[in-house]
């Protein structure tokens, strides 16, 4: 999955009428719907793509999704049929090789430019991020016996950390039991691991496809609170200025302004977290919710999430500062004016006296 953070917003109605499509599309045999308690509240558009070719001669199956919330998703899927070491040698190849990367944003940019009318205050500069997954259908032994979740993470644990990390060499102890603790197993047949690069799902197409889905998710809101995070750094970064040379006359008035400017971008910020928020929901599952909160702690949003709301919070404190600041002044300069009206009303008086 590349995901790129291109737009403030992405009016999806629009989109469709430019991908000519009333409904997001889905292609064939790419993956299947996901079930009715995993849901977007809008769901994203989906493009196709179709196949393309690497350096490698491999063949890939890609499509584009669009999120409102204005993240676009290049979704690019490769089939194998392979032993550990060569799966451990491919994700290896796939996570360390750049041109993978560089094809999909090539692409997402030449989609983007199309339909680009639909974007609302779409971004000079996109922030990006790769996550892989590793999604296993079926694994078995030697004797051909098809291993359950808990065989597979007893009996290859350490070349599914491998796998995770991207790594040719077997990791330490201490890392192994760190990448395995992060499983999670609904049916004793099926195993999620995730891991901040890349995540590994062991379970029917079927009973993966909201998972993937989760996966996806997470990315984007990384995204959208990386963003966020840049934002407000600015506009604190801007406001501790305003505060340093509040010296002049006029001081508090340029104050009042910063203040007003900062708690406007600040309501905005807020507002676009509370749309990601909830933009998927859970329903009835409780596998699920606790899987996205697996995935976004793994892959950094908790974290991003907490520094964006520390930041609103510091901006807060701040807007609140410089109000009471101009309010102090303001107080001050009628109380001055109106110590100056009473000289000047008493001034005839004592000339008379």
């Known amino acids: 999955m590349l995901l790129y953070d291109v737009a403030e917003e992405i009016d999806l109605k629009a989109l469709y009428a430019l991908l000519g499509a009333e409904a997001p599309l889905r292609s064939p045999g790419f993956r299947q719907p996901a079930p009715q308690y995993v849901r977007f509240e809008q769901a994203p558009a989906v493009e196709p793509t179709g196949s393309f070719h690497l350096a490698t001669g491999e063949s890939v199956d890609a499509r584009l999704r669009y999120f409102d919330y204005g993240v676009v998703s290049l979704e690019i899927e490769l089939h194998f049929h392979c032993d550990w070491h060569e799966l451990i040698a491919l994700s290896h190849r796939w996570i360390e090789a750049g041109e993978v990367e560089q094809r999909g944003l090539d692409t997402v940019r030449r989609h983007v430019q199309r339909v680009r009318s639909s974007l609302t205050k779409p971004y000079a500069e996109w922030l990006d991020e790769a996550y892989y997954v590793v999604h296993l259908h079926e694994v078995r032994n030697a004797s051909g016996h098809l291993l359950n979740g808990h065989e597979l993470l007893t009996l290859h644990g350490s070349e599914l950390s491998q796998i995770l ?28 691991l995730v891991g901040w690069l890349a995540a590994i799902v062991y379970d ?11 996966l996806e998710y997470a990315n984007t809101q990384l995204l959208e609170y990386r963003r966020y995070d840049e934002i407000l750094s600015v506009v604190l970064k801007h406001a501790y200025s305003e505060l340093d040379r509040r010296g002049g006359p006029l001081a508090s008035w340029r104050l009042a302004r910063e203040a007003r400017r900062m708690n406007r971008l600040r309501l905005e910020v807020t507002e676009l977290t509370e749309r990601t928020d909830t ?44 109000v009471n600041e101009f309010r102090e002044t303001r107080a001050f300069l009628m109380e001055l004016t109106i110590i100056l009206i009473l000289v000047i009303e008493l001034l005839p008086i004592l000339k008379v006296k």
């Open 165 to 192: 990390r991207g790594e040719t060499q077997p990791l330490s102890e201490a890392e192994r039991k760190d990448i395995l603790s992060s499983g999670l197993s609904y049916f004793p047949s099926d195993l999620l």
């Open 204 to 214: 029917s197409p079927h009973a993966a496809a909201p998972v993937l889905e989760i």
């Open 279 to 322: 933009a998927i929901k859970f329903l009835s599952d409780m596998f699920y919710a606790r899987a996205y909160k697996l995935a976004a702690a793994k892959v950094g949003a908790t974290d991003y999430r907490n520094l964006v709301d520390q930041k609103l919070r510091t901006a807060g404190e701040l807007y609140h500062f410089m």
